[in-house]
């Protein structure tokens, strides 16, 4: 079990635990657009351009982390993210 911790939590270029990181660009977009969508709370075409923005971040950042991600944790959570926004879409 340690050993699979291990390879789901260990960053393979540094050999630290990564759980979390400083949230880059594209996740920086996805929060700033989702406080709008909050305290805002724009109408009309406002609101579909704000909400497009929020999810493009969102869907920017997820497959980033599909593809780029340090560890298999990271990856996985980017996964989790894109298939969430499918079903989302979808419903």
């Not at 990181?21 to 609101?47: D, I, K, S, T």
Request: charged share 15%; glycine share 10%.
């Amino acid at each position: 079990m340690v050993r699979l911790l291990d390879w789901f939590f260990r960053d393979s270029r540094t050999g630290r635990i990564v759980i979390g990181q400083f949230p880059n660009a594209p996740l920086w977009v996805f929060v700033a657009a989702a406080a709008v969508e909050w305290l805002v709370q724009p109408a009309g075409v406002a609101a579909t351009l704000v909400h497009i923005v929020k999810v493009g971040g969102l869907l920017v950042w997820a497959g980033d982390e599909v593809l780029r991600g340090v560890n298999t944790w990271r990856r996985c959570l980017g996964a989790g993210v894109l298939i969430y926004l499918a079903v989302s879409a979808v419903a």
